[in-house]
């Protein structure tokens, strides 16, 4: 049974950081991608940022330069490191695991910017 387990979301001043966590079992994690997708209230859930297996990265246009997206192997685990964060990026932040036939999420883990 595959499971996605996210931590690390909070209430933050904008212009402060974040380090979400995103912990996985019953799968092997190494050969996929991963990343983190988010939503915000009455808006559809939009890609922030994946990693393949092979480590190259995508960005939505708004993250770029802000947040960074990374994957520990060993430990099962994608992160994502928010910074400069602004009251827009306020959501309700899922990891995701892509299979080819098959996507997996996580519970989500609220993120809130005040201004």
């Known amino acids: 049974q595959v499971q996605l387990v996210e931590s690390g979301g909070g209430l933050v001043q904008a212009g402060g950081s974040l380090k979400l966590s995103c912990a996985a079992s019953?799968?092997?994690?190494?050969?996929?991608?991963v990343g983190w997708y988010r939503q915000a209230p009455g808006k559809q859930r939009e890609l922030v940022a994946t990693?393949?297996?092979?480590?190259?990265?995508n960005y939505a246009d708004s993250v770029k330069g802000r947040f960074t997206i990374s994957r520990d192997n060993a430990k099962n685990t994608v992160y994502l490191q928010m910074s400069s964060l602004k009251p827009d990026d306020t959501a309700v932040y899922y990891c995701?695991?892509?299979?080819?036939?098959?996507?997996?999420w996580g519970q989500g883990t609220q993120v809130t910017v005040s201004s």
């Open positions: 995701n695991i892509h299979l080819p036939l098959m996507d997996y």
């Open positions: 019953g799968i092997i994690f190494s050969i996929y991608t």
């Open positions: 990693i393949t297996h092979g480590a190259s990265l």
